[in-house]
Structures are given as structure tokens and as C-alpha cells.
């Protein structure tokens, strides 16, 4: 099992820096991918294996019970639907708890593949919202962030009793 790094660790809320794709970022994606296998997460970002690197993995499988990962480089959300939906949503950094989190239906992302080519794609439903989660962590936004001060104080406590 992956050593995820654990909420309220400092590198949760530090933003990755964009740069080429070189040999370090495709060391941390091959190690990414694997993590994210061995645990069958729907998404990941590199912080969570306390890389601060542009990466995320997104299962963009249909269906929240089946896992088809691929790896982005340097993702950016370009675009997003103006219509939003709320669901709940967790990460392995705060195991045993969840929130409901908005997020846009659809995105435009633009990222880099393992070559350093540029490409932009357009996702919808849960793969959109995996990504738009992965792509905050990987900015220094954890998903906390994203709730009212009573609903963040209520998962704190939560996740204090669950420790």
C-alpha cells in the first residue's frame, strides 16, 4: 500500500509548479499510475505521495466503479460548464471522511503527455469532477477549501474522531 502523505501536512496546501516533462515528473507518474492501481483510487495527484509535481492521474471510466487511468502533465482547467452539480467527495490524505464539493459538469483541460506534447480535451460528468479535484490538490487547493467554515469544522471533527 502506497505511504499517502496525511492531512494537515503543509505540502497539501503548496502548488505545483509547471515545467517541461522531464525524467523526474515521469518517474513520479509511473509512480502515480501504480498507486493509484494499487489502491484503486478514482484520481490522484502527485502531493498526495508528497511530490510537489504537475501530475494527476483520472480514471475517466464512465462508471464510478471501474478504473481506466490516464496521466496528465501539467493540466489546466481552461474552460468549465456554467451548470455545477454537488457530490460527495474524499481524498486518501483524509481517509474516512467526505464533503459535498460543486463542481463544473464539464471542463476543458489542457495538459502535457509523457512526450511534453501539448493537448486539450474536454471532459464531462465524473470524470470532469475527478480532474477538477486532482487539478486543485495539485494547486495547493484541497478540498476542504471548497466547503462553508461549518462544514469544514464539522469534517475536522469527524476525521479527528476517526483517528
Known sequence: MPNFIRYP??????????RPVDA??????AQ????????????LAAVHLGQLEPIIVASLASSPTQRNYCLFYNPRVTMVSPDSETAAEGSVSMPGIEAP????????????????????????GFAA???QH?????NG???LSRLSRLQRDT????????R
Not at 501536512?9 to 509547471?18: D, F, G, K
Not at 523526474?24 to 507518474?29: E, F, H, S, V, W
Not at 464539464?106 to 480535451?121: C, K, N, Q, R, V
Not at 469534517?155 to 476517526?162: D, G, V, Y
Open 9 to 18: 501536512n503543509p505540502l497539501l496546501t503548496q502548488p505545483a509548479v509547471l
Open 24 to 29: 523526474a515528473m515521469l518517474a513520479c507518474g
Open 101 to 124: 464539493i460543486s463542481r463544473a459538469n464539464w471542463i476543458e483541460l489542457s495538459y502535457d503527455d509523457a512526450d511534453g506534447s501539448p493537448h486539450t480535451a474536454r471532459f464531462e
Open 32 to 43: 502515480l499510475l501504480a498507486a493509484a492501481h494499487d489502491v484503486q483510487a478514482y484520481g
Open 141 to 143: 487547493v484541497f478540498f
Open 155 to 162: 469534517a475536522l471533527r469527524k476525521f479527528a474522531k476517526h
Open 134 to 138: 486532482e487539478t486543485d490538490q495539485m
Open 129 to 131: 469532477r475527478i480532474i
